[in-house]
């Protein structure tokens, strides 16, 4: 199982832009999926989460700026930043709860390798 993260890059205050990430490989189903964001220097923290139902989480810090969502059918989850300010400058990583078809009754926590988000005042 393996998940890819795509959309980073450098924007400025007040700018937006759009993470996407997919998740490929045996998969039998994923649970929540959700975003996480570790700034140099800090911890890794939550950001948003959305469930197979499209039962979303935000952090409140971004709540009322991003969007996350999901399409079930591609294994991809979105995540819209708008408003976007220099402290939400930081690595942006993509996680997943899925179950392996070898293994569908168990359930493992995997991780994308992160995109940079830059943010300019």
């Known amino acids: 199982v393996q998940l890819v993260e795509s959309g980073g890059g450098l924007v400025q205050a007040g700018g937006s832009l759009r993470l996407s990430c997919v998740a490929s490989?045996?998969?039998?189903?994923?649970?929540?999926m959700a975003w996480s964001r570790q700034a140099p220097g800090k911890q890794r923290e939550s950001v948003a989460s959305i469930t197979a139902t499209h039962s979303t989480r935000y952090a409140d810090s971004v709540q009322g700026r991003f969007t996350i969502s999901r399409e079930n059918a591609q294994n991809t989850i979105y995540l819209q930043m708008n408003s976007l300010q220099p402290e939400d400058t930081a690595v942006y990583y993509c996680?997943?709860?899925?179950?392996?078809?070898?293994?569908?009754?168990?359930?493992?926590?995997?991780w994308g390798q992160g995109t940079q988000v830059t943010v300019s005042s």
């Open positions: 490989g045996s998969i039998a189903e994923i649970n929540v």
């Open positions: 996680n997943a709860a899925i179950a392996d078809i070898a293994r569908p009754s168990l359930v493992y926590a995997h």
